[in-house]
């Protein structure tokens, strides 16, 4: 939890982007070269915001910028818990939709109560990977001619699923080309990985590309890699 308050490097508050990850000095396990735990770091005009605040465990900056001669200090209104898989999804705003989804209990993405309990039931002995769609991704798919205009609960549930491996902590040094990934559909359907110069593209049952344009956000129970399409599995 300390290490969980630490970068190692060092940030002045003017210096901070209006949203980033940065990677905390404290490691997920005892393993040699463990990665470590992200920290979502958001600002919007003097308020700095760590993992989405208070409400989601983590907190804001108080006092910003005590300079010192090896690093900077912020002070902060909350000890910064160790965040999960759901703690960063609900922690960025550009996964606002995938949030509504996934805690809906009625209405057009039906009752995804189980989806939900699935995941705040993973833990760090068994970590799933996450790929995460943003809001743009889900206006594509769920507005017009997209896959999943019209989708019942039950389909919408399987969409979730199809986003979720449990074969492990799976970074994104670890995907190779070509790479097939089981995901936790009920009967299980696989994602393909495909690696370009510099691009990460997971491609569904529909042979459709999706983008990852944020690899490697790093949570005590997994890891999430942002996606620029919602994966389509076979309904």
């Known amino acids: 939890i300390l290490l969980n308050h630490v970068i190692g490097t060092e940030i002045p508050s003017s210096a901070l982007p209006a949203a980033t990850y940065a990677p905390t000095l404290s490691p997920i396990n005892t393993t040699a070269n463990a990665p470590t735990i992200s920290m979502f770091v958001q600002k919007s005009g003097n308020v700095v915001t760590i993992n989405g605040g208070p409400a989601n465990k983590?907190?804001?900056?108080a006092t910003a910028d005590i300079?010192?001669?090896?690093g900077v200090i912020h002070v902060v209104n909350d000890v910064i818990a160790i965040p999960t898989l759901v703690n960063h999804v609900v922690a960025n705003p550009d996964f606002d939709t995938l949030q509504a989804v996934v805690t809906s209990t009625s209405g057009a993405f039906g009752d995804q109560s189980a989806v939900l309990s699935a995941l705040n039931g993973i833990t760090a002995a068994a970590p799933a990977t996450l790929f995460a769609p943003n809001n743009a991704a889900f206006t594509a798919a769920t507005t017009g001619s997209g896959f999943a205009v019209g989708a019942t609960a039950a389909q919408v549930t399987k969409v979730l699923q199809y986003h979720v491996t449990a074969a492990g902590n799976v970074r994104s040094n670890q995907l190779t080309n070509?790479?097939?990934?089981?995901?936790?559909?009920?009967p299980a359907q696989?994602?393909?990985v495909v690696l370009g110069s510099g691009t990460v593209d997971i491609k569904d049952t529909a042979n459709n590309l999706s983008r990852v344009f944020q690899a490697d956000i790093q949570c005590s129970n997994g890891v999430i890699h942002g996606v620029q399409r919602v994966l389509q599995p076979q309904l």
């Open 190 to 192: 696989n994602t393909t």
């Open 178 to 186: 070509n790479q097939s990934v089981p995901m936790i559909t009920s």
């Open 67 to 70: 300079d010192a001669t090896n």
């Open 58 to 61: 983590g907190t804001t900056v």
